[in-house]
């Protein structure tokens, strides 16, 4: 994780700097699936209150990465199932708010996404996969400003921690990423062009790819 990325973390309020921690090791398969996680030992382990770390596994257990049972909360971890229950379900949120995004496209103001593209390619060519990966989440969840949908901006933010450490996870994956930036390039003019059916094409690949490399990075967490 980059400086800058660990500051936003350090900002965060404490059980969501909690959450943060605890969603890297379990998506990263550290807390391997069916670990029982005890109020008290976490308290120890994050130096905190038991409060936070509550505040943590309800968050926790609404991505889907842990699960509370009658004697106590459990790591679900990230099966086959599960990324594609969460890739499916970004696709479904993406595409409305690209295409509302590209709709209102000749009204806003789109600069902030080509300065992200950029920020992809100095990190590309840095070999930095931890700033690519903070510049690629905030390019795409600046579609859900652009769409003006205070809702489905609303269920993204839900969901956006859980996909901010994946994307750490599967550019990992990537010795160069470039060809990845210039992915988004493309998907950048396709909507300031305005043109719906290749912002969508676009973003569909992007996704599908982005899903199998996270299968990758997990039959390789499973099988060291």
Same mark, same amino acid.
């Given at each position: 994780?980059?400086?800058?990325?660990?500051?936003?973390?350090? !900002?965060?309020?404490?059980?969501?700097?909690? %959450?943060?921690?605890?969603?890297?090791?379990?998506?990263?398969? !550290?807390? &391997?699936?069916?670990?029982?996680?005890?109020?008290? %030992?976490?308290?120890?382990?994050?130096?905190?209150?038991?409060?936070?770390?509550?505040?943590? @596994?309800?968050?926790?257990?609404? &991505?889907?990465?842990?699960?509370?049972?009658?004697?106590?909360?459990? /790591?679900?971890? =990230?099966?086959? #199932?599960?990324?594609? &229950?969460?890739?499916?379900?970004?696709?479904?949120?993406e595409t409305l708010a690209?295409?509302?995004?590209?709709? *209102?496209?000749?009204? @806003?103001?789109?600069? %902030?996404?080509?300065?992200?593209? $950029?920020?992809? *390619?100095?990190?590309?060519?840095?070999? #930095?996969?931890? %700033?690519?990966?903070?510049?690629?989440?905030?390019?795409?969840?600046?579609?859900?400003?652009?769409?003006?949908?205070?809702?489905?901006?609303? /269920?993204? &933010?839900?969901?956006?921690?859980?996909?901010?450490?994946?994307?750490?996870?599967?550019?990992?994956?990537?010795?160069?990423?470039?060809?990845?930036?210039?992915?988004?390039?493309d998907l950048l003019r396709?909507? *300031?062009?305005?043109?719906?059916?290749?912002?969508?094409?676009?973003?569909?690949?992007?996704? =599908?790819?982005?899903? #199998?490399?996270?299968?990758?990075?997990? *039959?390789?967490?499973?099988? $060291?």
């Amino acid at each position: 994780m980059d400086q800058l990325a660990v500051r936003q973390v350090r !900002q965060l309020p404490l059980g969501e700097r909690v %959450a943060h921690q605890l969603r890297v090791l379990i998506v990263t398969g !550290q807390l &391997e699936p069916g670990t029982h996680l005890v109020e008290g %030992a976490l308290a120890g382990r994050f130096d905190v209150s038991r409060g936070p770390i509550r505040d943590a @596994l309800r968050l926790l257990e609404a &991505e889907g990465l842990v699960e509370s049972r009658r004697r106590g909360v459990y /790591v679900t971890g =990230l099966s086959e #199932d599960d990324v594609d &229950e969460l890739f499916t379900l970004r696709e479904s949120l993406e595409t409305l708010a690209l295409i509302r995004a590209v709709e *209102r496209a000749g009204k @806003l103001d789109t600069d %902030a996404l080509d300065s992200l593209v $950029t920020a992809m *390619r100095e990190a590309a060519d840095r070999g #930095d996969p931890a %700033a690519f990966a903070q510049a690629d989440l905030a390019f795409h969840s600046a579609f859900y400003s652009l769409a003006g949908h205070r809702r489905l901006a609303a /269920v993204w &933010e839900q969901y956006r921690p859980v996909f901010g450490v994946i994307l750490d996870v599967t550019n990992t994956q990537d010795r160069d990423l470039h060809p990845a930036a210039e992915a988004h390039a493309d998907l950048l003019r396709a909507i *300031r062009s305005r043109d719906v059916a290749e912002a969508t094409s676009l973003l569909s690949s992007h996704l =599908l790819g982005a899903g #199998d490399r996270l299968r990758t990075a997990l *039959r390789r967490v499973t099988h $060291t």
